[in-house]
């Protein structure tokens, strides 16, 4: 089942409660993944990095493929580098660490390195459903979506929609998941098409994906 209970419940802790949710849908929302502290401050830094202009507007596909295509996406991304994150981002990043490693140790996966980007979609902006894993590559594994919108309102949309993929799932999908602060969406990237519903605010978020060797 989707639960969204907050992060650390006694001694169950964030990371057993996304592997336990993988194992069994793979599908995860978990609530206050990191602190309101930390969203602030990663927003505040992401907001600061736009401003200066260090954006820039998202394209599909891949390699030689890769084009502007903004009746698909229309959101704006920084590429990071997950070796060399900021200093607003580290904890983040280490906690990233401690999930592969875990996933690695319970689902087998063999998850080897992280790509990831900030990214934002001003208000109105939107993402057709798609897969997160290419046709015809097999690096993207697991995608972890975290949200850096504080006091984000139902009324705002902005939601991630995600359907049912070519296998049965016992979620309630399709699902529409509210990107507030602090959540991070995990998933089996192969399994889930997702799409990105407009929202009448700025809507902020560092997306990974978790990578096999190619
Ligand atoms: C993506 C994506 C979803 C979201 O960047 O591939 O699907 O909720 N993002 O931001
Ligand atoms: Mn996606």
């Known amino acids: 089942m989707v639960q969204t209970l907050p992060a650390g419940n006694g001694s169950f802790s964030k990371f057993d409660r996304i592997i336990a949710d993988l194992t069994d849908t793979g599908f995860s929302i978990c609530d206050n993944f990191i602190s309101p502290l930390l969203v602030s401050n990663m927003a505040l830094e992401a907001r600061t990095l736009h401003k200066r202009g260090a ?53 087998y996966l063999g998850l080897f390195e992280l790509e990831g980007h900030l990214a934002l979609y001003p208000p109105g902006a939107s993402y057709a459903i798609h897969l997160d894993r290419f046709i015809g590559s097999m690096e993207r594994v697991v995608t972890c979506i975290l949200y850096l919108n504080n006091s984000w ?16 799932s016992t979620l309630p999908l399709p699902l529409q998941v509210l990107p507030h602060g602090g959540r991070l969406v995990c998933f089996i990237s192969e399994l889930f098409p997702h799409e990105v519903l407009p929202a009448r605010r700025d809507r902020l978020s560092l997306t990974g994906w978790f990578r096999i060797r190619s």
Do not use: C
Not at 62 to 74: F, H, T
Not at 75 to 81: A, E, G, I, Q, T
Not at 153 to 168: M, S
């Open 55 to 107: 954006f820039r507007h998202a394209r599909v596909g891949k390699g030689a493929s890769m084009q502007l295509r903004p009746e698909i996406r229309n959101d704006r991304v920084l590429w990071l580098d997950p070796e060399n994150p900021t200093a607003v981002q580290r904890p983040y990043f280490l906690d990233l660490e401690t999930l592969r490693k875990e996933i690695n140790r319970n689902l």
């Open 153 to 168: 309102q139902n009324e705002d949309g902005g939601e991630l929609k995600v359907y049912e993929g070519n296998e049965p």
